[in-house]
């Protein structure tokens, strides 16, 4: 078994998707209304779905984190420059805390 796709429900998918786009190099497959899907270099993807539309698909809408919580996942990279991808996720819209931190894991 190999892993090869995951897809986050967001609720304002046009901001997670210009987020998206902008914090990474990754390459866009996938561009459709409430969907996008992006293809990293080892060949896995990254979607993102708007909310309800995921849950239309599957027949449940996920709950929404409210302000201050967080919600029950998690996403890793590994990249060459920490620092400079810090950078690049600041501009794109990440809390400079946050991507500080993630940076410094590298």
């Known amino acids: 078994m190999q892993h090869v ?8 998918f046009q901001k997670a998707l210009a987020f998206y ?4 190099d990754f390459k866009q497959t996938v561009d459709v ?7 990293m270099t080892d060949g896995r993807r990254l979607g993102i779905y708007e909310r309800n539309s995921f849950g ?6 996920p709950r929404e ?3 201050g919580e967080l919600s029950g ?7 060459d420059s920490p620092a400079e991808q ?16 993630i940076a410094s894991m590298g």
Do not use: H, S
Not at 5 to 12: E, N, P, S, Y
Not at 56 to 61: E, H, K, W
């Open 65 to 67: 984190a409210e302000a």
């Open 5 to 12: 796709l995951t897809i986050l429900a967001v609720t304002d």
């Open 73 to 79: 996942a998690e996403i890793y990279f590994y990249c």
């Open 86 to 101: 810090c950078a690049k996720l600041v501009q794109a819209g990440a809390d400079r805390t946050f991507a500080v931190a």
């Open 21 to 24: 786009r902008a914090a990474f």
């Open 56 to 61: 239309l698909n599957t027949g449940i809408v």
């Open 33 to 39: 209304p409430v969907y996008a899907e992006f293809e």
